[in-house]
């Protein structure tokens, strides 16, 4: 559900960006490290918040698989723990 909730809140953040450069259909210039570009508003906005999205779930994503490996390479030894804590002396 909050996983839905996120991705509802994204969806309405890009459509009102969109909305946003539609209303300001012009081209703007874009100076890179090494070249020069123009490009229209709307596609400039849509990718750099597709790319930004993008970045920001491979990073969570990254974080989750990690944290995921540690678990299961803790487990084993959570279980081997609790037997010891539960034999009687």
Do not use: C, H
């Not at 969109?18 to 874009?30: H, I, K, P, S």
């Not at 123009?38 to 994503?61: H, N, R």
């Amino acid at each position: 559900m909050k996983a839905f909730l996120i991705t509802a809140v994204v969806a309405a953040l890009f459509v009102l960006m969109m909305a946003f450069g539609a209303r300001n259909d012009q081209v703007v210039t874009v100076n890179y490290f090494i070249a020069k570009g123009e490009v229209s508003l709307p596609l400039l906005l849509g990718a750099t918040f597709l790319s930004g999205f993008i970045i920001s779930w491979l990073l969570a994503f990254a974080v989750i698989l990690r944290q995921k490996l540690t678990i299961r390479k803790l487990r084993p030894k959570a279980a081997k723990d609790e037997v010891k804590a539960t034999e009687p002396s």
